[in-house]
């Protein structure tokens, strides 16, 4: 059944006990995915979420001759020795921003890219201007036309160079470094962002023989080399999954326990959780989260680069904050605008206003039940554990934005007592 005509229908308003496991980063995963271009043999990528994003890129990557071979559920095998740089189909590129990789890595595999301007969440502007600096700058030529970017080099090769990232860009870093890896000579990008997901994408690389060091800090070296190989690589726990899980168990009362996450990854979220007089237990790979029936404390929070608070937890932390005793304020510093979450809240008792970048929450005793729609990814897990939070019966549209991101997000939640379940519109009207 095609999901984007579901509707997820939630009874919310208990606290919920258990265990989730956190599935693999899709900000890594899709980044790594469309790497693996840059080397001829093949590559195993484990612990892939099978998610739309991950599935949309490896689609993408059939449709440039690419072998994709599926081992089971979270672990592919991809052969891009006969991949060649022909148009991967617009309507693919633009179901998501990261389809933009595509460029990076055809341009060190093939020192030319023809791709779609990518799609994804609508936060306003999205600009690629840091990328395509970037390109420029290790002597490609790039053209924007008709919802293309072209990019060509003579003959064929890129050249090391110094790149200063004008503004700290995720993608911008990851697509420079992906050119970077197979030019002649060495480049240095300054201003890097500092994102996990970033690290791994190095890793990966590093792991099929690139020569990278300092991912992860503000400047990384990239030393070109000639040729990379295959691998068998493991993609690291996604963050905001674990994040989206831990809000949602102090949204909800009871007791989660989230698993197999990276708790340094997670330690501004930890940090505004305690602040917020919720009890956050570290143990290994795990982090439980407890609590009682006591009130959550009002906070303020800012979305920053890592390891700030990240920009993707913010509508989820925005649920919390609308249920948090008093004022407190949250102030996006990374999107434009990524406050449509905002009106679907009010639809359920929130009192949130909006002044700019900040917005400031007016907590209140218990949302009410509603209809109400998930406007894009992170929105829309927010959407989930309002409706989890809230007593009655809550139903989410457009809840395909949700699926492009969580793994086996109803049977986690039902695990840990949710009643929550999909329907579609031939069995939501039939109450007979
Ligand atoms: C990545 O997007 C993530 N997506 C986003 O997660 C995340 O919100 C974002 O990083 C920030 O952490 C993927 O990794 C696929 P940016 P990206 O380039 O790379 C400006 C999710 O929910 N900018 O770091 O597109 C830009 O406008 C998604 O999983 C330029 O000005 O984000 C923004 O204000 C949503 N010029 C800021 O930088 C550029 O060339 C950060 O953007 C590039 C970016």
Redesign the pocket.
């Known amino acids: 059944m095609e999901l984007s005509k579901g509707t997820i229908v939630i009874s919310g308003g208990k606290p919920l006990y258990g265990e989730i496991s956190v599935s693999g980063m899709?900000?890594a995963a899709?980044?790594i995915v469309l790497s693996t271009i840059l080397t001829e043999d093949k590559c195993v990528i484990e612990n892939l979420p099978d998610i739309s994003d991950v599935n949309v890129s490896l689609e993408i990557l059939r449709s440039i001759g690419v072998k994709v071979r599926r081992l089971d559920k979270n672990t592919v095998e991809i052969d891009s020795s006969v991949a060649a740089p022909c148009v991967a189909p617009f309507e693919l590129v633009n179901k998501?921003?990261?389809s933009y990789y595509l460029i990076g890595a055809e341009l060190g595999r093939f020192g030319r890219a023809f791709v779609g301007l990518p799609g994804?969440?609508d936060?306003g502007?999205?600009?690629?201007?840091?990328?395509?600096k970037g390109f420029e700058a290790l002597g490609a030529e790039v053209k924007v036309d008709g919802g293309y970017i072209e990019a060509t080099c003579a003959d064929g090769t890129l050249y090391g160079n110094s790149v200063y990232m004008d503004?700290?860009?995720?993608?911008?870093t990851i697509n420079v470094m992906l050119a970077a890896v197979k030019a002649e000579g060495i480049t240095v990008i300054e201003n890097a962002?500092h994102?996990p997901?970033i690290v791994d994408t190095a890793n990966f690389l590093n792991a099929c023989g690139a020569e990278i060091s300092g991912a992860g800090t503000d400047v990384i070296k990239i030393r070109g080399v000639k040729k990379l190989h295959g691998v068998t690589y493991t993609i690291i726990p996604d963050m905001?999954e674990a994040g989206t899980f831990m809000i949602l168990g102090a949204a909800t009362g009871g007791s989660i326990r989230v698993k197999n996450l990276i708790p340094k990854h997670m330690d501004s979220l930890t940090a505004k959780l305690s602040e917020m007089g919720v009890g956050v237990e570290e143990e290994g790979d795990a982090i439980t989260i407890t609590r009682k029936n006591e009130e959550l404390q009002h906070v303020n929070v800012k979305t920053q680069?890592?390891p700030g608070f990240?920009?993707?937890l913010h509508p989820q932390m925005g649920v919390l904050l609308s249920l948090a005793k008093g004022t407190s304020h949250l102030t996006e510093n990374?999107?434009?605008s990524r406050f449509r979450y905002v009106e679907e809240l009010k639809r359920m008792g929130a009192q949130i206003s909006v002044t700019g970048r900040t917005a400031e929450f007016t907590g209140v005793p218990s949302l009410h039940a509603a209809s109400v729609r998930a406007v894009d990814?992170?929105a829309g897990s927010a959407m989930v554990i309002a409706a989890l939070a809230t007593p009655g019966v809550t139903e989410i549209e457009e809840i395909h934005h949700i699926f492009r991101?969580y793994e086996d997000l109803i049977e986690k939640l039902t695990a840990v007592g949710a009643d929550i379940k999909v329907v579609y519109p031939e069995t939501k009207y039939n109450v007979f």
């Open positions: 899709k900000n899709v980044a998501m921003r990261a994804g969440c936060f502007v999205r600009p690629i201007d840091q990328h395509i503004v700290v860009t995720v993608g911008g962002a994102e997901h905001i680069p890592y990240p920009t993707d990374i999107w434009e990814l992170r991101g």
